[in-house]
């Protein structure tokens, strides 16, 4: 019991400094449901202006947790100014979520309507939780009347309840993390909670996706971290949905790519899972807002990539070509007239996703996406 609050001690410590460092873009405030004050943070990305709309991302904490400790625990706010979002951390009343009736689903989505009235946002609407929160996310994602983009979930679950009176839910892309040795949401399952395993299957039937998946092992670039990661995917669902599982082998109750904490079990440190969201929910709200991967008729090449310092388009066409470089947020930020080459200087551009466009006279001749390390 000491052990435990001393590390509660250290980690409040650890959230007092991260709010200070973040006071200039993040704000702590409420609204007015169901008869009381309900407090979220808001955290806008660091490039934020009122003439661009962006993702809209709520991040919801755990059991016994807070608003704070999960902007701590998930470091999302990085990913928020690398990605191009605005994130939210509401509170949930009493430190926690209730997944009984809608009174939290409720205010989940009078709260999504506030943040739209007030900031500059899309229609691109994401949620990710980690464990009560994520029981919370799926909640949410099955019963607002809110358009959700996508989900995903860290050390939660689906009840049996929820999925028996989820059959008219939407299906929409998820994402689902979670530690095969996680002691406080079991892996598999209890008496009213469905099995991990069962979950994913649960998704895979509603979205219609292909019921064998592509694995693949994650590279287990650390060895001191007790876990390993498998990752399956599933694709080809109704409305392109689809479902991604990373199973963590010996894993705990945890965030990955978090800072460890002993008494929650293994923490893995083969994957970001706040990375790994974040480019999973900036890529599917391209896909819904704006440009496409196109494949040309004509020989063109754009490399490296991922790219570091400088990117190069080359093509054996002849005519003059317009190349048009796209940020996250689908601004152009660099255009450049060509004759089969050109090389662009990337050393200012801030980490992240990037799309590009290579035009000629009779119009587009190819377009996708590139990724800056």
């Known amino acids: 019991m000491l052990k435990i609050k001393l590390i509660k001690i250290v980690l409040s410590i650890f959230f007092a400094i991260l709010l200070f460092a973040n006071s200039l873009s993040a ?5 007015f449901d169901q008869g009381v004050y309900r407090t979220f943070i808001t955290r806008l990305p660091a490039d934020y202006s009122t003439a661009n709309e962006y993702p809209l991302v709520l991040n919801l904490h755990g059991r016994t947790s807070s608003a704070s400790e999960q902007q701590f625990l998930t470091q999302f706010d990085g990913v928020a100014d690398s990605e191009g979002f605005v994130v939210v951390y509401p509170d949930g009343i009493d430190n926690t979520w209730t997944t009984i009736g809608n009174s939290d689903s409720d205010f989940l989505s009078n709260l999504v309507d506030t943040i739209r009235a007030n900031y500059s946002i899309n229609n691109c609407l994401f949620v990710t939780g980690f464990s009560r929160g994520g029981f919370m996310t799926y909640k949410f994602a099955n019963t607002t009347s809110h358009n959700v983009t996508a989900i995903a979930v860290g050390s939660g679950n689906m009840s049996n309840a929820l999925q028996n009176s989820s059959a008219s839910a939407p299906q929409i892309p998820i994402m689902h993390f979670h530690g095969t040795d996680d002691n406080f949401v079991s892996y598999d399952g209890t008496f009213l909670i469905s099995s991990v395993e069962n979950t994913i299957q649960w998704w895979v039937d509603h979205n219609n996706c292909n019921t064998t998946p592509v694995f693949s092992n994650i ?3 650390n060895l001191t971290d007790g876990s390993t990661v498998e990752k399956y995917y599933y694709d080809g669902g109704a409305s392109e949905s689809e479902v ?14 978090a800072i460890p904490i002993p008494v929650f079990g293994s923490t893995n440190q083969d994957i970001n899972q706040s990375e790994i969201i974040g480019e999973f929910f900036s890529e599917l709200c391209s896909k819904s807002t704006g440009i496409n991967e196109t494949p040309s008729e004509n020989s063109l090449s754009v490399y490296p990539n ?13 005519e003059e070509l317009t190349m048009i470089i796209y940020n996250n947020l689908l601004q152009p930020i660099i255009k450049e007239t060509f004759e089969k080459t050109v090389t662009i200087n990337t050393d200012h551009f801030p980490r992240g996703i990037y799309y590009y466009e290579v035009r000629g006279e009779k119009g587009l ?3 996708g996406k590139v990724i800056k390390n």
């Open 219 to 221: 590279t287990n670039s």
């Open 306 to 318: 991922p790219f570091i310092s400088q990117l190069t388009i080359n093509t054996n066409n002849y």
């Open 244 to 257: 991604t599982f990373f199973k963590v082998i010996n894993g705990g109750h945890t965030w990955s790519g």
């Open 365 to 367: 001749l190819n377009s």
């Open 27 to 31: 704000q702590i405030d409420s609204i």
